[in-house]
C-alpha cells in the first residue's frame, strides 16, 4: 500500500512534469515549424531568383550580346561551379540553402540539366528508400505552377536517411525545371538547440520542485505517520503510555488534539467498565445463589400443596360419590312419594269414576232399550222405502223408454226436413232441440236408475244392519247387567286400596324430608371439599409459577453473570494506564 508521502511525491511531480513536457513540447514545435517555414521560403526565393536570371540572360541572348548555350553555361556556373574534368561541379552555392543544399536543373523528360554529380543522366526513374518516384513528381509539380515535393534519402557520406525537401518552378524561356532544395535538419536544426535547453530548464525546475516537494511531503506526512501509529496501538486495545501532540494550528493539529481526547476518554471509560462488570459479576453471584435457595423452597411447599391438592380431589371425588347417592335416594323417595300421591288421587279418582260408571250403565240400559224400539220402527220404514224405490225404478224406465221414442221420432223429423229443403229448415231446428231435450232426458234417466240401484242397494245394507243392531243391543243389554257387577266389586276395593295408600305415603314424607336434609349437609359438605381443593390448586400453580419464575431469575443471573465474565474479558484486553 502505498503512503501519503508516496502519493504526495508521485502526484507533485506528476504536476511538475506535465506541464513542463508540454511547454517544452509546444516551445520545439513551434520553433521548428517556425525554422522550417523560414528555410521554405528561402529556397523558394532562391528558385524564383534562378528563374529571373534565366530570364535575364535570355534578354541578352534576344539581344544577340551571347549565344543560349553561353547563357545556359553562365546559369549553370553561377547555381552550381564550373564543371570539372570528371563532369561534377563544386556547388559554389550562391544563395545559403543550408549545409547539404544546392540546385538541381531538369528538362522535362528527367535529364540532369546541372547537378552536382549527376549531370547529363537521366533519373526519371529513380525512387527514394519509400519507393516514391520523387523526380517525376517534382516534374508534374513544375509543370503544375510550382511547389514543394518531400522525400527520404540517404545524407551525403551516410547511412543515415533524413527527409529532404525541394521547391520546383518550370521556366518558360528554356524549358528547364528549375529545383532547389536541402535536408529538413539543415533549416531546423537550431531547434535542436531549443530542445536542449527546454531540457535542461525542465530537469533544474524537477530538482527544485523535488526537493521542495520532499520538504513539504515530510512536512504534511510525519504527524500523520504519528497519527497513524497511534491509531495502531489504539487498533491493539493498547491505551497505556501518552500521545504526543502536534503543536500546529492547521487541521493536521487539531486532529492530533482530538487523537489525545479520545485516547483519554476511552481510558477513563474502559476503567468505569472495570469497575461497573465486578460489581455487575458479583451481584449476579448472590442473585443467583439467592434465587437457587427461593427456587428449592418453592419446590418443597409445590411438593406439599400438591399432596394436599391430590387428597382433596380424592376426597372430592368420594363427597361428589355419596352426594350422587344421597341424591339419588333423594330422587328414588320422591319419586316414590309423587306416585304414591298419584295412586291417592288414581284411587279417589277410580272411586268416583265407578259411580259415574254405575249411573252411565243404568242410563246405558234405558237408552239401549230406546235403541231397540227405534230399531225396530227404522227397519220397518227402510222396507217400505225399499218398495218405493222399486216404483220410482219403473216409472224412470217408463220415462227413458219415452226419451228413446222422442229421439226417434226427432231423427225422422230431421229426415224429412232435410227433404224438405229450404220450407224445413225451421222445422229441423225445432226437431234438432227436441232431439237434444229427449237425449238429455235419456241420461238423466239413466242417472236417476243408478241413483235408485245405489238408493235400493243402500236401503238392503241398512236392513241388514239394522237387524244385526238388533241382535247386538240384544247382547248389550245383557252385558251392561254384567258391568254393574263388576263396578260394585271395583268401588268395594278401591275403598281398601285408597287406605293402604295413605298410610304409606305418611310413611314416605317423613322419609324425603330427613333425606333431604341429609342432602343439603352432603352438599354442604361437597362444596367445602371443593372450595379447599381449588385453593390447594391455586396454591400449587402459584407455586409453579414461582418457581418458573425463581428458574428464569436464575438463569437471567446466569446469562448475567456470563455477560459480566464476557465484558470483563473484552475490557481486560485493553491496556490502561
Request: glycine share 8%.
Amino acid at each position: 500500500m502505498r503512503s501519503v508521502r508516496g502519493k504526495l511525491l508521485s502526484i507533485s511531480f506528476i504536476l511538475l512534469v506535465i506541464p513542463g513536457l508540454v511547454i517544452g513540447s509546444i516551445s520545439y514545435l513551434s520553433a521548428k515549424n517556425s525554422l522550417d517555414a523560414s528555410g521554405q521560403t528561402m529556397i523558394k526565393n532562391a528558385v524564383t531568383m534562378a528563374i529571373q536570371m534565366i530570364d535575364g540572360y535570355q534578354q541578352q541572348v534576344d539581344a544577340g550580346e551571347i549565344t543560349l548555350e553561353e547563357a545556359q553555361e553562365q546559369v549553370k556556373t553561377y547555381l552550381l561551379g564550373e564543371i570539372q574534368a570528371d563532369g561534377t561541379r563544386p556547388n559554389m552555392n550562391p544563395v545559403d540553402l543550408g549545409e547539404n543544399g544546392y540546385f538541381v536543373v531538369l528538362d522535362e523528360q528527367g535529364n540532369e540539366i546541372a547537378h552536382p554529380s549527376l549531370e547529363g543522366e537521366n533519373v526519371l526513374d529513380v525512387q527514394d528508400v519509400d519507393g516514391s518516384y520523387f523526380v517525376q513528381e517534382q516534374i508534374e509539380t513544375a509543370q503544375n505552377g510550382g511547389g514543394f515535393v518531400t522525400y527520404s534519402w540517404a545524407f551525403p557520406d551516410s547511412d543515415r536517411i533524413g527527409e529532404k525537401i525541394m521547391y520546383n518552378e518550370l521556366d518558360p524561356n528554356w524549358g528547364w525545371v528549375v529545383t532547389a532544395g536541402s535536408y529538413m535538419e539543415d533549416f531546423n536544426a537550431e531547434s535542436n538547440s531549443i530542445l536542449w535547453m527546454i531540457g535542461w530548464t525542465i530537469g533544474a525546475s524537477l530538482i527544485i520542485g523535488a526537493v521542495l516537494i520532499i520538504l513539504l511531503s515530510n512536512h504534511l506526512s510525519k504527524p500523520i505517520v504519528a497519527v497513524k501509529n497511534q491509531l495502531n496501538r489504539l487498533s491493539e486495545n493498547d491505551l497505556t503510555g501518552s500521545f504526543a501532540a502536534f503543536n500546529r494550528k492547521d487541521e493536521i493539529g487539531e486532529l492530533g488534539a482530538s487523537l489525545v481526547k479520545m485516547k483519554d476518554n476511552l481510558n477513563a471509560m474502559i476503567q468505569r467498565i472495570q469497575q461497573v462488570s465486578h460489581t455487575l459479576a458479583a451481584s449476579s453471584e448472590e442473585l443467583s445463589a439467592s434465587a437457587e435457595e427461593t427456587n428449592r423452597a418453592t419446590e418443597q411447599i409445590a411438593g406439599s400443596i400438591q399432596l394436599i391438592s391430590e387428597n382433596a380431589e380424592t376426597q372430592t371425588e368420594q363427597a361428589a360419590s355419596s352426594q350422587e347417592t344421597v341424591y339419588g335416594i333423594s330422587e328414588g323417595i320422591s319419586t316414590i312419594k309423587n306416585h304414591l300421591v298419584s295412586a291417592g288421587e288414581s284411587t279417589e279418582t277410580t272411586a268416583l269414576k265407578v259411580a259415574e260408571g254405575k249411573e252411565r250403565v243404568l242410563n246405558t240400559e234405558v237408552k239401549m232399550n230406546d235403541i231397540q224400539e227405534t230399531s225396530k220402527r227404522a227397519s220397518g220404514a227402510i222396507q217400505q222405502l225399499g218398495g218405493k224405490s222399486e216404483q220410482i225404478g219403473n216409472i224412470v224406465s217408463l220415462i227413458t223408454a219415452v226419451a228413446e221414442q222422442t229421439n226417434l221420432l226427432a231423427l225422422n223429423a230431421a229426415i224429412e226436413a232435410a227433404r224438405a229443403g229450404e220450407h224445413g229448415k225451421g222445422f229441423a231446428v225445432v226437431a234438432d232441440e227436441i232431439r237434444k231435450l229427449a237425449e238429455q232426458s235419456s241420461r238423466s234417466t239413466s242417472q236417476i236408475q243408478e241413483l235408485i240401484f245405489e238408493i235400493q242397494t243402500g236401503i238392503q245394507e241398512s236392513v241388514k244392519y239394522m237387524s244385526e243392531g238388533e241382535s247386538s243391543v240384544s247382547a248389550g243389554m245383557e252385558a251392561m247387567y254384567l258391568t254393574g257387577e263388576s263396578f260394585n266389586e271395583i268401588e268395594s276395593a278401591s275403598a281398601v286400596i285408597s287406605e293402604a295408600a295413605r298410610n304409606v305415603l305418611n310413611s314416605v314424607t317423613e322419609l324425603d324430608q330427613r333425606t333431604a336434609l341429609m342432602v343439603e349437609t352432603t352438599a354442604k359438605t361437597t362444596e367445602m371439599i371443593e372450595h379447599s381443593s381449588a385453593e390447594s390448586q391455586s396454591i400449587a400453580a402459584a407455586s409453579e409459577e414461582q418457581s418458573a419464575s425463581m428458574e428464569e431469575v436464575a438463569a437471567s443471573s446466569a446469562a448475567l453473570s456470563h455477560m459480566a465474565e464476557e465484558l470483563s474479558e473484552i475490557v481486560a484486553e485493553f491496556k490502561i494506564a
